[in-house]
């Protein structure tokens, strides 16, 4: 996809020169799940060179299942392979054809096991933990799609190998996304939704909306079963919320397939700013609901940062 804007290049999946901005930062995310959403997850890997620490999140979680969480806020900076070695874990992303392959490990001896999943919110130093395992590859369908404002692209991909959750071992076949980002991002002052998942009839689907006080052209993509990734104009979102901040429910204006979307299972994060300030992320698998009679399961995140409720989610 070219909106004319920028040029995504194969050299673009690697790491990017580091801006002056003390927040610049350099991000990877990775999400999965089955067609029925018995098992999901996500990974995401956030550089702050300027800040010194990367920031390290991987979670499994499942319509039946507790939510299983790693989140590291101050992980090592990996060098340029992106290898990341934590407290207790490590993790390598692989780039293994650009634009068209991924391989991620991850061998974590203690993720927390959440019974709520606003404990990922507190202290988590006394929760149960259990060993996660991922060997996992993306590979691209459809297409590639940059954002036409912002370097940062999304990549429609079906995902298979093997999970391991204390002694499970889940052979895993279903479908996800991938996302690469590089530049400024505050994350304690502009809230958004992002959402991608996978209709029943194997359309794949994707979209963005900021809550930046106005409405622009903002990124949206479907691909068509066995078709070709196409930029869907006239993309926004509605949503609402619980007395507890967790979203209830969200609305996506897909041009030809609205969606209603529900949370299944969240795997949020809470992250401080360098002055202390702290914003929430409440990320989940989610079951989506087509108004033609279509569904499908996928991720939705809701960032929420200092005043958020006062922002525009309609």
Known sequence: MDHGTWPLRDEDEGAHPVGVEPLWSESVYLDFTTQDGSIAGYIRLGLYPNWNRA????????????????????????????AVKGE????????????????????????????DPAQAYA??????????EFDLEWKTVGGVYPYGFIPRYEIPCEVAGVIRVGDEEIPFSGHGERDHSWGERDWW??????????LDDGTFFHGMRANVGFEMPWPCFTVPPDGVLDHREGFTATSEFGEDGFPAQSWLAVPGAPLTVVPVRFAPVAMASPDGAIAHFPRALCRFEAADGRSGHGWTEWHQPPGWRGHEWR
């Open 55 to 82: 920031w390290y999140w991987a979670c499994l979680v499942g319509k039946d299942r507790q939510t299983v969480l790693l989140a590291d806020n101050h992980a090592p900076l990996p060098g340029p392979d992106l």
């Open 123 to 132: 202290d988590t130093a006394g929760a149960r933990t259990t060993s996660l």
């Open 88 to 115: 207790g874990y490590r993790a390598t992303h692989e780039v293994t054809l650009p634009m068209r392959s991924f391989r991620l490990t991850l061998n974590a001896e203690a993720a927390v096991v959440l019974d």
């Open 189 to 198: 002052q502009v809230s958004w939704l992002w959402s991608s998942g996978r």
